[in-house]
C-alpha cells in the first residue's frame, strides 16, 4: 500500500474517530485535536501499519494512548505548576527548593544538646529513646524506676530548653504548660 492510499484511508476514519474522540474529552474543541493528534501520528508512522490489520482498530488504539499520555502530561504540569499570577505565602514552602543542608543543622544541633546532658541524665534518656522500658533501665542502671522516670523528664526539658530555637511557636493547650 502507498502512503497516499494509506492516507486516503486514515482520513475516511476522521467521522468514527471524532464520535470516539467525544467519549474521552467530552468537549467539540478538545475531540477535534484529539483527532488531528491521532491522525497525525498514524500518518507519520504509517510504515508501522501491517496491511491486513485492522485499521480503525489501530487509530484507536493510537488515540486512546495520545488521550492518556496527554492527560497524564496534563496532570504532572497541574501540580508543579501555580497557575495564579501571584504564589500565596502558604505555597511558598512547596515552590522552594531543599536539600539536606537544614536537616544536618539541624541533627547537629540535637547532637549537641544531647552532648550537654550529664551522663546521669543521658544514659537513661537514650536508652529510652531506643525503645528499652522504665524497668530494664532501673535494673542496667541499677536504680530505682522513680529515679529513671524523674532523669528521663529532665533531660527532655534540658533538651528542650537547649533546642528552643525549634520551638515552632505553637500555642500548647493550659494544662500542658508549666
Known amino acids: 500500500m502507498t ?5 486516503t484511508l486514515v482520513l475516511r476514519q476522521a467521522s468514527s474517530l471524532r464520535s470516539y474522540a467525544l467519549h474521552f474529552t467530552h468537549d ?8 488531528q493528534d491521532t491522525m497525525l501520528k498514524a500518518i ?15 487509530l484507536y ?4 494512548n495520545t488521550f492518556i499520555n ?8 497541574s501540580t508543579f505548576v501555580t497557575k495564579s499570577d501571584e504564589i500565596s505565602s502558604p505555597n511558598l514552602v512547596f515552590s522552594s527548593t531543599k536539600n539536606q543542608g537544614e536537616s544536618k543543622f539541624v541533627m547537629d544541633d540535637i547532637k ?5 546532658l550529664p551522663q546521669d541524665y543521658y544514659v537513661p534518656f537514650t536508652m529510652y529513646f531506643e525503645g528499652h522500658k522504665y524497668h530494664e533501665i532501673a535494673d542496667h542502671l541499677t536504680i530505682p524506676i522513680g529515679t529513671v522516670k524523674t532523669r528521663i523528664h529532665v533531660a ?5 530548653k537547649n533546642l528552643k530555637a525549634y520551638d515552632s511557636g505553637v ?6 504548660e508549666n
Open 3 to 7: 502512503k497516499i492510499e494509506f492516507n
Open 70 to 77: 496527554n492527560y497524564r502530561r496534563f496532570v504532572k504540569m
Open 44 to 58: 507519520t508512522y504509517y510504515n508501522k501499519f501491517k496491511e491486513g490489520t485492522n485499521l480503525k482498530g489501530w
Open 61 to 64: 488504539t493510537i488515540m486512546k
Open 28 to 35: 467539540a474543541d478538545d475531540a477535534n485535536d484529539l483527532v
Open 112 to 116: 549537641k544538646a544531647l552532648e550537654r
Open 171 to 176: 500555642k500548647k493547650p493550659i494544662y500542658a
Open 156 to 160: 527532655r526539658k534540658l533538651l528542650k
